[in-house]
């Protein structure tokens, strides 16, 4: 019965968590200025523009919730990964 409420509830949290170690990673980014930061700058505003459509698309699919958070959660490891450059 609380599975899939749980699921949704920790993974909330940990998008949360996670977003904002890479906000702190894109405004050090930022902060040194230059071509990385101007680069870092434009990416991070197209990926947020090309995010809120495919989310729109999802929902209008018949996409979860979970599915949302998945999928934001996915994009945030990734930007992660490539800030710290693990990746």
Partial sequence: MFGPWW???MDTAM?????QAVIGLRMAKLAAGGAGAQAEMQRM?????FAAGETA????SGGSTQSVVSGYRRKVRANQLRLTGTR
């Fill in 7 to 9: 699921k949704l509830s």
């Fill in 15 to 19: 998008l949360a968590f996670e977003s």
């Fill in 45 to 49: 505003v197209s990926e947020k523009m």
């Fill in 57 to 60: 698309m999802l929902v209008a």
